[in-house]
């Protein structure tokens, strides 16, 4: 995403008026979330900081890893691991910042209390690029995860798993037995794919659209694909 998150973070970018993560923050208010962390380093804190001055949520804390420059990163699963012991045991919804999806999440959170078993969302790929790039996923009929594998050498389902989990705090717990292991710190689709292996994980079909504005072509695609939905809605009125 550089140079546009060279000195700002690319969850707060703009899209159709407000930062990216305002469009996740609607998402999560429709539903009964108890508290929120943003979890971001100590570079990016102060922005953070600053768009939670405007709003009146009183359920979201901003926490910070003691990196400041890329080379010194946890990495999104190493982030996990170190946060993980810090946290009261419950059921964890983890989101990545830079993933926007136009449906409601009640649905996935009523099914992992129905499976009581960690859950992935899970959506259509639209191209074998698209399934090549991310996390190919097998699902049985009872939409238990047969095989889940990251950046796969092979299309062999158009389905991917999004970066959107429910996981019960013990298999959050995880991601350090994970990295103790030898697993990647910075992928989550490759801790993913791990605990598939090792206990039951569930896909659920998320509906709608999911973009992934991890790179400026994602980025620029979304803020059409927005735009051309904003002239639609004008048209009807």
Not at 77 to 85: H, R, T, W
Not at 133 to 139: Q, W
Not at 150 to 177: D, F, N
Not at 183 to 199: I, S
């Amino acid at each position: 995403m550089w140079p546009l998150t060279k000195d700002f973070p690319k969850t707060l970018l703009p899209i159709r008026g407000k930062p990216a993560i305002d469009h996740i923050l609607d998402r999560l208010q429709e539903t009964d979330v108890n508290a929120i962390i943003v979890y971001t380093n100590l570079k990016f804190k102060p922005h953070f900081e600053a768009w939670l001055k405007n709003k009146l949520l009183s359920l979201i804390e901003i926490v910070a890893e003691s990196s400041r420059r890329d080379e010194e990163k946890l990495g999104a699963v190493g982030a996990l691991a170190q946060l993980a012991p810090k946290l009261k045991p419950d059921d964890y919804l983890i989101i990545a910042g830079d993933n926007i999806f136009t449906a409601g999440i009640r649905g996935i959170i009523d099914f992992y209390k129905e499976k009581k078993a960690p859950v992935v969302a899970v959506i259509k790929a639209r191209s074998t690029e698209e399934v090549l790039r991310g996390s190919s996923v097998l699902l049985e009929k009872d939409m238990r995860i047969a095989r889940f594998k990251e950046k796969p050498m092979k299309v062999e389902t158009m389905l991917i798993g999004a970066c959107i989990y429910i996981l019960p705090y013990r298999a959050l717990l995880r991601t350090s037995e994970y990295l103790q292991q030898g697993g990647d710190r910075d992928e989550p689709g490759n801790f993913m794919e791990w605990l598939c292996e090792r206990e039951t994980v569930y896909g659920y079909m998320l509906p709608g659209r999911l973009w992934d504005i991890g790179t400026i072509e994602g980025y620029e695609e979304l803020k059409r694909e927005f735009q051309t939905a904003n002239h639609r809605k004008r048209k009807l009125f």
